[in-house]
């Protein structure tokens, strides 16, 4: 199992950013994939999670309406958009792929919001 995070970066207030994670190793269009964030100093918290097919999306109450996770299972890629960023939004950035045999995490994408 392999999950590699992209597209991190450092924005300014108020941008976006588009991260991906590319998923090899495991039947990705038959996977729950999350997306899950930890800032300096803090726990890693759940921002998103999406079911196999794509039909069902979950966002913790403090990103909806500014995060959009999404996927593709013909690229075996699962995509969190991220808008309207703040500096509380800056921490790394991981994806995490729910299998049979357990969870798997990838390495992280570092995302900074410049004040």
């Known amino acids: 199992v392999q999950l590699v995070e992209s597209g991190g970066g450092l924005v300014q207030i108020g941008g976006s950013l588009r991260l991906a994670c590319a998923a090899s190793?495991?039947?990705?269009?038959?996977?729950?994939m999350s997306w899950h964030r930890q800032a300096p100093g803090k726990e890693r918290e759940l921002v998103a999670a999406i079911t196999s097919d794509g039909g069902t999306t979950t966002y913790a109450d403090s990103m909806k309406g500014r995060f959009t996770i999404s996927r593709d299972n013909a690229k075996n890629t699962v995509y969190l958009q991220l808008n309207s960023l703040t500096p509380e939004d800056t921490a790394v950035y991981y994806c995490?792929?729910?299998?049979?045999?357990?969870?798997?995490w990838g390495q992280g994408t570092q995302v900074t919001v410049s004040s």
């Open positions: 190793g495991f039947t990705f269009s038959r996977s729950v």
């Open positions: 995490k792929a729910y299998l049979n045999a357990g969870s798997y």
